[in-house]
């Protein structure tokens, strides 16, 4: 699905969408919602929907570059996802790793404004070591 054609609720994920498009991954935004709370009565009181899922990987991508408070939930969330559903496959991608993505491969300063000069050279990221890990 190309980025240009869905509604991302943050610039930081239509930036990662586009860094996906760039190299030819394909990804599904926000697919799925993964019930993570329930109460006495069994019915869901928290959730969480990881930002992307890769279906070539079989692993769903969270994008954290908020604040620190809202990147401690979002951890929360993550590690309370893989408890419950431990076959699901879940990585956090954090700010600095997400910057350095789109630093090193030139694609898009962030919306913060540039950090370092963007590389001069369009190498291929090495998905497989960020994925597999």
Request: glycine share 4%; net charge negative; charged share 25%.
């Amino acid at each position: 699905m190309p980025h240009e054609s869905v509604a991302f609720a943050h610039n930081s994920e239509r930036q990662f969408a586009r860094l996906l498009d760039f190299y030819v991954i394909d990804w599904e935004y926000e697919p799925t919602t993964f019930e993570i709370a329930w109460d006495g009565g069994g019915a869901a009181t928290q959730r969480f929907s990881p930002d992307f899922y890769l279906p070539a990987f079989d692993i769903y991508i969270e994008i954290t570059t908020l604040n620190q408070k809202l990147v401690t939930k979002k951890n929360r969330k993550a590690r309370r996802l893989m408890d419950l559903y431990p076959d699901v496959r879940c990585k956090i991608l954090y700010q600095r790793d997400y910057l350095h993505l789109l630093i090193k491969y030139g694609l898009e300063e962030p919306s913060q404004g540039p950090l370092l000069p963007a590389a001069s050279e369009d190498r291929r990221p090495n998905y497989a070591s960020f994925l597999a890990g």
